[in-house]
């Protein structure tokens, strides 16, 4: 499992990369979804006007018990099956979700600069680098 404090400094590490592309006002709530074997998702609510807050849900057994709680409309079925490795990124209406492994390189600020780079700009794109 990955310890709270490694998840708690990703956290803030993607907000100050992500906050810049923001408009005012725009507050970014994360609920975290922990997985005993395999890392955490974080499930990142955009709202207006609303502060920033953290919420730490209880751990589940996987990442496939974590996510089946989720409101998403990317995976469906029988989430036990899957097999989550390093970042995988479901974007929503107003919110994204970042299912991350345990690897230690997932988690640090490189990574949450990663994963900003590939939500504002997916492969594919023709948005200026």
């Known amino acids: 499992m990955t310890p709270k404090s490694t998840i708690q400094e990703y956290i803030n590490n993607f907000r100050r990369r992500l906050t810049p592309f923001l408009r005012p006002g725009i507050g ?33 057994p996987t990442l496939g018990k974590a996510l089946s709680g989720i409101e998403q409309r990317a995976f469906g079925g029988n989430l036990d099956a899957f097999n ?40 594919g794109s023709r948005m200026p680098k």
């Open 84 to 123: 989550f490795g390093g970042t995988n990124y479901v974007l929503e209406a107003n919110k994204i979700i970042l299912i991350k492994d345990g690897s230690s390189s997932e988690w640090d600020d490189a990574a949450a600069a990663r994963d900003v780079n590939k939500i504002l700009r997916p492969p």
């Open 28 to 60: 970014l709530t994360c609920i975290i979804h922990g997985a005993d074997v395999g890392g955490a998702i974080l499930e990142f609510t955009f709202s207006s006007q609303a502060e920033n807050d953290d919420i730490y849900k209880p751990s589940l």
